[in-house]
């Protein structure tokens, strides 16, 4: 196994952990953010307040984007458990 296709392995299964992080997380960003404004736009100080929508929308994401991070992992490994004699040597 030569340090270039490590590399790659590396470089191909962060890609993936970036984009699972990311689907998740970008959009309780959006939501927390816009609740953050109408926060300050009507003084309401609860810290309380921006949990819920952002749960609900985070495991919304899941829901909607589960099946596509799922086969994409599946992807991944079905890759790398059928090239193992390959990427070995």
Request: no cysteine.
């Amino acid at each position: 196994m030569t340090p270039g296709v490590v590399l790659d392995l590396y470089r191909e299964a962060l890609l993936l952990v970036i984009m699972m992080v990311s689907v998740m997380v970008v959009p309780s960003l959006i939501v927390g953010l816009m609740i953050s404004v109408f926060q300050a736009a009507t003084q309401i100080n609860e810290q309380t307040l921006s949990f819920l929508p952002r749960l609900i929308v985070t495991l919304g994401a899941l829901m909607w984007f589960g099946p596509w991070l799922l086969t994409k992992l599946m992807d991944l490994f079905s890759f790398l458990f059928h090239n193992i004699p390959l990427l070995i040597g």
